[in-house]
Structures are given as structure tokens and as C-alpha cells.
């Protein structure tokens, strides 16, 4: 990866010196993000523990069957993997520049303010399962592990792995024991949605989100610390390790929940609540499965121009932020009873090709608003908010 020179290296990094990896990984993970989110817009069907109708039809539940093995809880840790690395990276750049210790942590805490800040506005807008408000929350609670030995950082990845088993036991229990309701997405009323979307993000985002995402951030720290995504080639066998053994482990632990929120299996609560903990925990695992896979794809373009799809699949990555949003826009356009009110006239099969053709639509976005080193409205209000008019 090359190195921005020291003048500009206080700011955020140019779009031009930045690893392939990274924003490769953001762009394709913003897919999944996605169709993860869409068929929570959707109202009037019973719904399991991912919150997929129990009654679809045979094309909605393979639909869910495929999300919850391969999409559901995997994508969230792969972002919080990857915010974790940024974080390091946007410190290393900062010590470089001739920044001390406390200077830097003051940065990161500002970044990390603001994007708590951006989470509450989304949840207050748009959508109440923003992620931003937890990535904000662990940026200011954990930032100073950035500088902490990798003993240190493992040793908290562990512990929050152990937390993260105990916060999804409570919510699966929650989730068997409460009546079903529409989400805040699905509410005719938009003062009634608006209400309920601020109630479940100041509660999901500390809890829910937070712990969530916790030991990924903690691994993606420790990830950088050995630049395995800047420099993939180094770390083949690495990468190699963690991509095979956590797909495997992410699909065979997302079985068991699959098959109950697909009604081809009814156990009692007492097995549901267990196969809901371990469909998350692996998720984590496969979270860094998909980022080395990832790395090992962007290994084998080193050393050659990327093609135009990968080129806008990067810059998609660079505008993630924006992206991010403007899905969550679009949906409540396409979905929400007060605008397009699609939520209670399709499925879930229908909802995801919604959301994959929202996706390529930010995707052609970004490729063509993206050369030239152009940034994101949303990515470029953060880094005035973070660094100030550099």
C-alpha cells in the first residue's frame, strides 16, 4: 500500500493510496448488508428468529434458508472486522504525521462521536437497525486497544466472544417469549415509526449491535497490526486457514437455525434459543472468512490494472458510508406504507431482489461519481466533522 506523504497524512487518507482489499471487501459486503436489511421492511407474517415470514412461499423461504446460512449475522462482523482495521490504519497514519498518543486518541474519539451521531439521525429517518450508532459506541469505548499488546487484544476478543454468547442467548429468549409485531420499518403511521425506530436503536445499539460486533473489532485490530490486508500475499497461508475453516464453520453452525426459520424443523424453545446463539456466534467466524477471501481475491490482482467491474465494486467501497445510506433511502421509498408501501405486498424472495438491485445501483453511482478522487457526500461530511476544513 503506498503511503500518503506526511502534509496530508492528518487527514484522511486519499482515495488514491488506499489498500484494494478493504474497499473491495466494503463494496461486495454492502450486497449482503442489503438483502440483510430488506425483508426487515416487509409486515403482516409471522416471522422467526431473523425475522422471515414462517408462512412464504417455496421461492421466499429457500430465499431465507440461503440468507441465513450465508448472509445473516456474517456481514455485520465482517464491517466491524474491518472498521477495526481502519482504525489502526488511520493511527498509524496519524503517529506518523508526528502526532502524540493523546492527540491521536482525541481523533479517533471525534470520528467516533460523529458516527454515533450519523447512527442516531438514520435510526431517527430511516432505519431502526442502523449499525453505525454501535460502530461510534465501540469506537469510543475500545479505541485505546488499538495500542494495547496483541495478548491484551485476544485476551478481549475471548472475553467479548463470551459476553456476545450471553447477550444473543437473552435475545433469543426475548425473541420466543414476546408477541410478534411489525417492525418500526412496517408502521403506517410515521410519527408512530419514528417513535418506535429511536426505542429499538437506543436499545438494540448498546446491547444487541455493540456486543455484536465487539471480537470481530477486536480480531480486525489485531489484523492490521500485520497489515495482512495490504499485504495479502504474505499472509496467503493465513488468509487461506481463516477462509476455509470459517465458511465451514459459519454453515454448518447457521444449519440449525435455518431449518427452524424455514419450518422444515420445529424443536422446542430450549433447541431453538441454542441454534439461534451458535447461528451468531459462527457468523463471526465467517464475517473473517469472507474479508480473507477477499484479501486472497485481491492478491490475485496485484501487479495488474483491476477491471471495470472490480473498479466499481472498490469505489462502491470508498463511498461505503453513502452507500450505506442510501440504501436505507431507497427502502423506505419502496417500502415504508407512507411511500411506496410494498411491505405488505411481496415476500422475502422479492424484497432481496429489491435490495440487490438497490445495491447495483449505488454500485454504478459510485463508479461514476467516484474517479478522480471524488468522495462520498456522507464520507466527505465525516471527515470535515473528524479533521476540520484541511
Given at each position: 500500500m503506498s503511503i500518503a506523504p506526511p502534509a496530508s497524512a492528518r487527514g484522511a487518507t486519499p482515495v488514491?493510496?488506499?489498500?484494494?482489499?478493504?474497499?473491495?471487501?466494503r463494496g461486495l459486503m454492502l450486497l449482503l448488508i442489503a438483502v440483510a436489511h430488506a425483508h426487515m421492511y416487509l409486515s403482516g407474517h409471522e416471522t422467526g428468529f431473523r425475522g422471515y415470514a414462517l408462512d412464504g412461499?417455496?421461492?421466499d423461504r429457500l430465499t431465507a434458508g440461503v440468507q441465513i446460512?450465508?448472509?445473516?449475522?456474517?456481514?455485520?462482523?465482517?464491517?466491524?472486522?474491518?472498521?477495526?482495521y481502519g482504525l489502526v490504519q488511520l493511527t498509524n497514519r496519524q503517529l506518523a504525521a508526528g502526532r502524540s498518543w493523546p492527540q491521536v486518541r482525541?481523533?479517533?474519539?471525534?470520528?467516533?462521536?460523529?458516527?454515533?451521531a450519523f447512527g442516531f439521525c438514520h435510526a431517527l429517518l430511516l432505519f431502526f437497525g442502523?449499525?453505525?450508532g454501535a460502530y461510534g459506541l465501540i469506537g469510543l469505548v475500545l479505541a485505546g486497544f488499538v495500542r494495547r499488546e496483541d495478548r491484551v487484544v485476544l485476551r478481549a476478543a475471548v472475553i467479548g466472544l463470551a459476553l456476545h454468547v450471553v447477550v444473543m442467548a437473552a435475545f433469543g429468549l426475548l425473541t420466543v417469549s414476546a408477541p410478534k409485531g411489525d417492525t418500526p420499518a412496517a408502521m403506517a403511521d410515521p410519527i408512530e415509526a419514528t417513535v418506535m425506530r429511536l426505542i429499538g436503536w437506543s436499545g438494540m445499539t448498546p446491547t444487541y449491535f455493540a456486543v455484536g460486533v465487539v471480537p470481530a473489532f477486536l480480531f480486525g485490530i489485531w489484523a492490521a497490526r500485520r497489515h495482512v490486508l495490504e499485504d495479502p500475499a504474505r499472509h496467503?497461508?493465513?488468509?487461506?486457514?481463516?477462509?476455509?475453516?470459517?465458511?465451514?464453520?459459519?454453515?454448518?453452525?447457521?444449519?440449525?437455525l435455518m431449518l427452524i426459520d424455514t419450518r422444515i424443523?420445529?424443536?422446542?424453545?430450549?433447541?431453538?434459543?441454542?441454534?439461534?446463539?451458535?447461528?451468531?456466534?459462527t457468523g463471526i467466524a465467517g464475517g473473517l472468512a469472507y474479508a480473507a477471501i477477499i484479501g486472497l481475491a485481491a492478491d490475485r490482482m496485484r501487479g495488474g490494472r483491476p477491471g471495470r467491474a472490480v473498479r466499481a465494486l472498490v469505489a462502491c467501497g470508498q463511498w461505503s458510508l453513502t452507500c450505506y445510506l442510501l440504501q436505507s433511502v431507497i427502502f423506505v421509498a419502496v417500502f415504508a406504507p407512507y411511500a411506496?408501501?410494498?411491505?405488505?405486498?411481496?415476500?422475502?424472495?422479492?424484497?432481496?431482489?429489491?435490495?440487490?438491485?438497490?445495491?447495483?445501483?449505488t454500485v454504478v453511482l459510485a463508479a461514476a461519481l467516484a474517479p478522480g478522487g471524488r468522495r462520498g457526500p456522507a464520507e466527505a461530511a465525516l471527515r470535515r466533522l473528524t479533521y476540520g476544513r484541511r
Amino acid at each position: 500500500m503506498s503511503i500518503a506523504p506526511p502534509a496530508s497524512a492528518r487527514g484522511a487518507t486519499p482515495v488514491t493510496h488506499r489498500a484494494l482489499a478493504p474497499d473491495l471487501a466494503r463494496g461486495l459486503m454492502l450486497l449482503l448488508i442489503a438483502v440483510a436489511h430488506a425483508h426487515m421492511y416487509l409486515s403482516g407474517h409471522e416471522t422467526g428468529f431473523r425475522g422471515y415470514a414462517l408462512d412464504g412461499g417455496a421461492l421466499d423461504r429457500l430465499t431465507a434458508g440461503v440468507q441465513i446460512l450465508l448472509v445473516d449475522g456474517r456481514a455485520l462482523p465482517m464491517f466491524a472486522a474491518l472498521f477495526g482495521y481502519g482504525l489502526v490504519q488511520l493511527t498509524n497514519r496519524q503517529l506518523a504525521a508526528g502526532r502524540s498518543w493523546p492527540q491521536v486518541r482525541a481523533v479517533l474519539r471525534r470520528r467516533s462521536l460523529w458516527l454515533l451521531a450519523f447512527g442516531f439521525c438514520h435510526a431517527l429517518l430511516l432505519f431502526f437497525g442502523d449499525i453505525l450508532g454501535a460502530y461510534g459506541l465501540i469506537g469510543l469505548v475500545l479505541a485505546g486497544f488499538v495500542r494495547r499488546e496483541d495478548r491484551v487484544v485476544l485476551r478481549a476478543a475471548v472475553i467479548g466472544l463470551a459476553l456476545h454468547v450471553v447477550v444473543m442467548a437473552a435475545f433469543g429468549l426475548l425473541t420466543v417469549s414476546a408477541p410478534k409485531g411489525d417492525t418500526p420499518a412496517a408502521m403506517a403511521d410515521p410519527i408512530e415509526a419514528t417513535v418506535m425506530r429511536l426505542i429499538g436503536w437506543s436499545g438494540m445499539t448498546p446491547t444487541y449491535f455493540a456486543v455484536g460486533v465487539v471480537p470481530a473489532f477486536l480480531f480486525g485490530i489485531w489484523a492490521a497490526r500485520r497489515h495482512v490486508l495490504e499485504d495479502p500475499a504474505r499472509h496467503r497461508d493465513l488468509l487461506s486457514r481463516v477462509a476455509v475453516t470459517g465458511t465451514g464453520l459459519a454453515v454448518v453452525g447457521g444449519v440449525p437455525l435455518m431449518l427452524i426459520d424455514t419450518r422444515i424443523w420445529t424443536p422446542s424453545d430450549m433447541v431453538a434459543v441454542p441454534a439461534y446463539v451458535l447461528h451468531s456466534v459462527t457468523g463471526i467466524a465467517g464475517g473473517l472468512a469472507y474479508a480473507a477471501i477477499i484479501g486472497l481475491a485481491a492478491d490475485r490482482m496485484r501487479g495488474g490494472r483491476p477491471g471495470r467491474a472490480v473498479r466499481a465494486l472498490v469505489a462502491c467501497g470508498q463511498w461505503s458510508l453513502t452507500c450505506y445510506l442510501l440504501q436505507s433511502v431507497i427502502f423506505v421509498a419502496v417500502f415504508a406504507p407512507y411511500a411506496g408501501g410494498l411491505s405488505t405486498r411481496v415476500g422475502d424472495a422479492a424484497a432481496s431482489g429489491i435490495a440487490v438491485t438497490t445495491w447495483l445501483a449505488t454500485v454504478v453511482l459510485a463508479a461514476a461519481l467516484a474517479p478522480g478522487g471524488r468522495r462520498g457526500p456522507a464520507e466527505a461530511a465525516l471527515r470535515r466533522l473528524t479533521y476540520g476544513r484541511r
